[in-house]
């Protein structure tokens, strides 16, 4: 019932921001969370930030607070997650992940997401 499509990964120096986008497709996506998670080669997939599309309530990890943004634009039915103030460690796949019905520690896990994108991978030079 949902599609989604990363775009806006590249290359950009420390210090840099880049814009990620994901459209968002499906009869009933008003209904998820979109959330944005990464995986570095060797690493463990990470969760970054969450968006409830209905009321655009946020969820951020820690990590994120304070140089990640993620928003939606109704109109464009996208979603976005704009990274400022990169750093080397920020490189990864970027993935667009939704998930419906949720309880506490779900919106952490990315084996309870219900549709997932191909990812876009985002490179940070020191």
């Known amino acids: 019932q949902v599609q989604l499509a990363e775009s806006g990964g590249g290359l950009v120096q420390a210090g840099g921001s880049l814009r990620l986008s994901c459209a968002v497709s499906?009869?009933?996506?008003?209904?998820?969370?979109m959330s944005w998670f990464r995986q570095a080669p060797g690493n463990e997939r990470e969760f970054i930030a969450g968006?409830?599309?209905?009321?655009?309530?946020?969820f951020y990890a820690d990590s994120a607070k304070g140089r990640f943004t993620i928003s939606r634009d109704g109109a464009r039915n996208t979603v976005y997650l704009q990274m400022n103030s990169l750093k080397p460690e920020d490189t990864a796949v970027y993935y667009c992940?939704?998930?419906?019905?949720?309880?506490?520690?779900?919106?952490?896990?990315?084996?309870?997401?219900?549709?997932w994108g191909q990812g876009t991978q985002v490179t940070v030079s020191s």
């Open positions: 499906g009869r009933t996506f008003t209904d998820y969370t």
């Open positions: 968006i409830r599309w209905s009321d655009e309530n946020v």
């Open positions: 992940a939704a998930i419906r019905t949720w309880l506490r520690g779900d919106l952490y896990n990315g084996d309870r997401y219900n549709y």
